[in-house]
């Protein structure tokens, strides 16, 4: 890294001092266009001009609704520099779930996409806001959205709406940055245990300083090129992966909504040398028609956060040579743990590294709360580089934050005598049986090492003698046929007998996956409860 300067700047900073000192560089490359650091600059300063001439500053709230592309990055940095708090709502958003996120947000201003792939977002909008249709000039009362007063559209806007590109034309000049490092700066919305979102805050100075720690691991530079096939609405992609370029001034290179065969074009015209991958996305580049070691040959860093096979496949088959392995999550900017890009490999898809600086990582006992030992299983609880908490809801930030600002994960893992962090997966996956855990992913992990075994799903289902016994869902590949019984057989031959799954459900069509392309384990217990009792009958 080349540019180093206090998190106290704020993100307004950054991006005025990476336009000083590489102007002409490029900041961002979307589907459409690249912007220059300097371009970056003046569009970002048009946002912000644009929005305090509607009266937003300090303690507003400004509602983005965009895929991945230059105008989220501007809007988002505008928004920033005159300190309001920026909602990023997910694209896939439809009526009701729009319904909550603007009721929730209680944002000012919306900015929004003309629409997304084939779906009409000012349409969907309007279902909710019917001002939007009758209004004839920019500015709404909105009945069922007393805090929303303007639409901003990119794209083509209604006459109730005001244009995105005209933003900020002929408003004076801000005079300098409003915003305060500290204050809450972004607002993602993740899917967790309760019923609705979590609405999770992230602050300025906290993002820029987790940013440098971990460009740091990755070995990230100003001259890299990172491609970014993650939404920005995650904080994998917006508080990670687009903050690694701030810091370091070098480019990130977006597509608008994951395509295999786009985004290996993307890498061998922009020539990427950083890529920010999910196992799912390393799967999909591998089995795309198109896929060609010789395409991806100026590919060297990355992060992925999976268990060692995909963290493997990427590193060996996709050719990202020094990924990184990570720990984390939207309340911890993406990353709390992350593994140094020189590891040997073997070393980096064995665990998920060490805290980062700033950061403190410890194992506790759920029950009692004590601190456990080197090698002892327990919940993973974090503090430094966290949340502040949930935006508008108390009962959750209480729950999942200690009063010092500690963030209980509810996920399981150890730490080794070195310090190093071992994921075990989620306290509510893990699956008690003969009054044993078994994590789920291990099993799963164990699975994927057979010929026949593409992807696999482990859940626990009661059981009236064992608590619980395990049940795993596996799809096959079609040269390689296989049966229960043979995998079975593979399992009682290499694993403790407790960790066998008691059945094996085969199928040779993708398992069931979320929105955010994890797989959905939800899904698959009732069918593996109804599986499990009609075994024992």
């Known amino acids: 890294m080349t540019s180093l300067w206090s998190p106290a700047d704020g993100i307004a900073a950054v991006v005025q001092r990476n336009a000083d000192e590489r102007p002409d560089d490029p900041a961002i490359i979307d589907e459409q266009r690249t912007c220059t ?39 988002a940095y505008g928004a920033l520099t005159i300190g309001a708090t920026l909602a990023a709502f997910p694209t ?59 639409l901003v559209v990119i794209g083509r806007a209604p006459s109730s709406a005001r244009s995105f590109a005209d933003l900020g034309a002929g408003a004076a000049d801000l005079g300098g940055p409003a915003s305060a490092a500290g204050d809450s700066a972004l607002v993602l919305y993740t899917s967790g245990s309760t019923a609705r979102p979590k609405a999770v805050r992230l602050a300025q100075q906290a993002a820029i300083g987790h940013a ?23 904080s994998y992609g917006g508080a990670n992966a687009l903050m690694v370029a701030l810091v370091t001034g070098s480019t990130v290179v ?16 922009h020539r990427c040398t950083v890529l920010y991958t999910l196992p799912s996305i390393t799967r999909t580049l591998l089995a795309e028609p198109t896929f060609s070691r010789d395409a991806v040959t100026t590919l060297r860093r990355g992060m992925t956060i999976g268990p060692p096979s ?28 992350v593994t140094p890009h ?34 002892e299983l327990g919940e993973i609880v974090v503090s430094g580089y966290a949340s502040p908490g949930y935006l508008g809801q108390p009962d959750e930030t209480a729950a999942s934050f200690d009063p010092d600002g500690t963030f209980r994960t509810g996920d399981l893992g150890h730490l080794d005598a070195d310090g190093e962090l071992h994921f075990a997966g989620r306290a509510s996956e893990m699956i008690r049986t003969g009054g044993i855990n078994v994590s789920p992913l291990e099993v799963e992990d164990f699975l994927r090492t ?84 009609g075994a024992e009958g």
């Open 254 to 269: 977006l597509q608008e909504t994951f395509d295999a065969a786009g985004a290996l074009a993307q890498i061998a015209r």
């Open 310 to 337: 995909d963290v493997r496949a990427a590193a060996i088959e996709l050719g990202v040579t020094e990924i990184c392995n990570a720990y984390g999550s939207t309340e911890l900017y993406g990353g709390a743990t």
């Open 92 to 150: 896939w958003a439809r009526s009701w779930d729009l319904d909550h996120l603007l009721t929730h947000s209680r944002c000012e201003v919306l900015l929004t996409a003309d629409r997304v792939g084939t779906t009409d977002l000012t349409s969907v909008i309007s279902e909710l806001v019917p001002e939007v249709s009758s209004a004839d000039r920019p500015g709404l009362r909105s009945a069922a959205y007393p805090a929303l007063r303007e």
């Open 212 to 234: 440098r720690e971990v460009a740091a691991r990755m070995g990230v530079r100003h001259d890299d090129r990172i491609l970014l096939p993650v939404p920005l609405f995650w």
């Open 37 to 75: 650091h300097a371009e970056l600059t003046t569009e970002a300063a048009a946002v912000a001009r644009g929005l305090a001439e509607l009266g937003i500053g300090p303690g507003s709230r400004v509602g983005l609704l965009c895929t991945n592309r230059v105008e989220w990055v501007t809007a």
């Open 342 to 375: 020189d590891w040997p490999l073997e070393r980096r898809c064995a665990r998920q590294g060490t805290a980062l600086p700033g950061n403190r990582v410890a194992i506790i006992d759920p029950q009692t709360g004590r601190v456990q030992p080197p090698g």
């Open 450 to 533: 057979h010929d026949a075994v593409e992807e696999a799903v482990v859940v626990g289902v009661a059981d009236p003698t064992a608590d619980q016994v395990p049940i795993a869902f596996v799809r096959t590949t079609s040269p390689h046929g296989t049966d229960e019984a043979t995998l079975l057989a593979f399992c009682r031959d290499q694993i403790a007998a407790y960790k066998v799954p008691r059945r094996i459900v085969l199928r040779t069509t993708a398992l069931p996956r979320t929105a955010t392309g994890k797989l959905a384990r939800t899904s698959l217990v009732e069918e593996a409860q109804a599986l499990w009792k």
